[in-house]
């Protein structure tokens, strides 16, 4: 993990104020993660104190909560509901209005791109990850989102290693973490340690990272800082909640459209289009056009949309996937397979948020399994 050009330091807890200080007065608006509502989510924190000190998650199937932990580890947890796609493309972004002027004309007024640059503290390497598929996504083809863009291009990213990962999380299958991979787009890098006194080890991964870092109070880093940010890391590893074996995945899923345990999940699936939602890198969107009664304006906002929804592919005629066994068999063949030919990388990071925000605790390593498992057999499996 460690980016060469610069000297790593470490710094204590109470450096990770000087940090949103730092940032904030560099004219960032600053989001970390939060307790709110009984979850940790991301907003915009005006000081460290803000961050879920002594908190971490517990999660599985359709199950999530947070609890205490014995310490006051800063980030202590795996990921919440939110990814930082909720910054970088909008759940709901108004793209113009239109107005009546008094000759009786139209005139429209595109809403101009945000200006304010965003520094995000504490993303996952499985989320840096995402932010780069996103990228591609967005930014990557002939036709770059502007507002997309407007937003990551000054992006600040203070990445963290992952040290407790949750029970329903997989990014280690999926080539993904814990660790964040020197050159992964981050302009810091920390690693919380717990062991003996508590600090941090910081890693610059660009020269503006390093130099945010030269205004916090630290120490360079030893030999035993890095052995024990090395534990640490390790540790994660060892703790996934879930494995998926990615093995040919693309041609697995390819080779078995019709296999009967789409039946199985359409029999338990609600199409509440949670999982793409909470998926860092689900991109679905759709325009809502609206008016005031007096027809003397109007506006076209673009929202997010989910493949989950009936209306999403109706077309003259209807729908192309009217079925539940068809919409979660276009989501998961998308983002395990057909996604590698779009995009040239599998659309999963193995952050587990749709097995832990799906209400009926469907696991798309299980359903990945099940069809390896009887693949051929045309057996429905339970
Ligand atoms: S498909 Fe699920 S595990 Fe994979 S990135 Fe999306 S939410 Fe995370
Ligand atoms: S898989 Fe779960 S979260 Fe996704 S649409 Fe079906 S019920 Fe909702």
Known sequence: MQHREFKPAVIAPQGL????????????RVL???VRDGAIVYDDIEGAAELPSGWTDEQDGGSYRLVRR???ARFGYAV?????????????????????????????????AADQPMAFIGVRSCELHAIEIQDRVFMGGHHVDRDYAAQREGAFLVAVNCTAPGGTCFCTSM????????????????????????????????????????????????????????????????????????????????RN?????????????????????????????SVEEGGDLSGDTATRT??????????????????????????YRQWMTHKLGTWIDQFGTSGCVGCGRCITW????????????????TEGSGAATA
């Open 17 to 28: 104020d000087q940090l949103v200080a730092t940032l904030r007065s560099r004219g960032f």
């Open 32 to 34: 970390g993660p939060s």
């Open 70 to 72: 014995d310490d006051d």
């Open 80 to 112: 919440g509901p939110h990814s930082w796609k909720r910054f970088l493309f909008r759940p709901e972004l108004r793209l113009w209005r239109a107005r009546r002027s008094e000759s009786g004309g139209l005139v429209v007024e595109e809403e101009p």
């Open 175 to 254: 080539g993904t973490g814990p660790t964040v991979d020197a050159g992964a787009g981050y302009d810091i890098a920390l690693t919380e340690l717990l062991v003996g006194e508590h600090r941090f080890l910081a890693e610059a991964g660009t020269e503006r990272g390093a130099s945010v870092l030269a205004e916090i109070p630290g120490r360079p880093a030893t030999r035993g800082d890095w052995d024990a940010a090395e534990a640490a890391t390790d540790a994660a590893a060892a703790l996934m909640g879930r494995t998926m074996d990615v093995s040919d995945i693309r041609d697995l899923l390819a």
């Open 257 to 285: 459209l019709e296999h009967p345990r789409w039946d199985d999940v359409a029999a338990r699936c609600l199409s509440c289009g949670n999982c793409t939602q909470v998926c860092p890198t689900c991109f679905c969107s």
């Open 302 to 327: 673009r929202v997010w949309d989910t493949c989950f929804s009936v209306e999403y592919s109706y077309i003259h005629g209807g729908s192309i996937r009217p079925s539940s066994r068809a919409r």
């Open 358 to 373: 799906c209400p009926v605790g469907i696991d798309i390593t299980e359903e990945v399994s099940a069809i390896r498992a």
